[in-house]
């Protein structure tokens, strides 16, 4: 409640809720509320919740707490107000990371939460605390949720809450993660930035959030997304390629991404069938410390293929499953001691017996 007046953060179905309609306009940027009382539509008035008197933290990060699928994602929350960083060498970063939370798959979730407009440089923010949280090991996080769940949670119980949520959930789950920027409105300029990101392979979302508050005086918040959308590209400050141009790119594209779930469902590849790392040609950044390392013990280079889109391979070093960059990425940081210098494209270190990587194999199949 504020001053008298009931706010409510719901799901709107108009199959149930036939005194409400909710209509969607691209050509505009607002959405549109109208209660509804038979023949009348009376408009909903929007105001920012500056004008409410609702604030950031006390009422906006309540309510994602309060609703995790705000972020879009079937999500639970880890913690908020995270401030725990540590820092080699150096005092730790004072930066408060406004909520931390973890997808069905053990995927980390990074949201910055901004009250009314976003400024300009929330992207660089949030890209500081993702690069922050990228370090964090199943570990780290359960101590996390510990300190947010209290009552003396130990690690051990905070751990178990996060397997129960996302079973699969382990270290190498954890990344690539994801940025949110929920805000009430986003400028033109963070909006391009937010989409030269997402092109560039960070996944980043942006969440617009605006609130309503009808004739009965009901404040009721309305979400949507705005990045990615298919016609998002139109917000690009830029000039594009044509179009054909444009498809073929997106068709090989999705050729690339596609490559588990097409030699699963050919089955291209028997279950079970050897494979072996191999440091791709192409790949120069640590390449000696990274091949020495990989055959400085017989099974570091050992996989098996499972009919598994997700998790394909079982390394035979640790008889664990992966995601085939993502084992990659463990590789090289194991090999370097530091992450990867350039980004992995798994496909294509992985060969079969006749030394054709994933990725030519995949081309094979129409």
Known sequence: MNGGVAWSVR?????????QLLLHNSAVTDELV?????AAATAAQRMSLATA???????????VVTHPEILGV???IVTFEFDKWSARGVPPPADRLDVLAIDRTGRLIVAELKRDRAPDT????????????SRFSLDTLADAHARYVGNGA????ARASLQEWAPEISDETLTPLRIVLLAGEFGQTLTNTALFLFEAGIDIHLRRYQLFETRSGERVLWVSQMLPLPDAEELMVKPRSSTSTQLEVKVRRERRASIPARLVASQAIAEGAALTIVVPAGVQEDREAISAWLTGHERR?????????????TWLRDNKVYNLTSLIRLIVTSATSHPPRTQIWGPSWYRDQHGRALHQIAEDIP
């Open 34 to 38: 109208f209660t509804i009382e038979g």
């Open 53 to 63: 008197g609702l604030l950031e933290r006390a009422h906006l990060q309540e309510w």
């Open 11 to 19: 799901t709107v179905d108009l199959s149930t809720t036939p005194t």
């Open 301 to 313: 280079a050992d996989v098996r293929w499972r009919h598994d889109s997700q998790y394909p391979v």
């Open 74 to 76: 079937d999500a639970k």
């Open 154 to 157: 130990t690690r051990e119980d």
């Open 122 to 133: 929330t992207t660089m923010q949030a890209i500081n605390y993702a690069a922050m949280a």
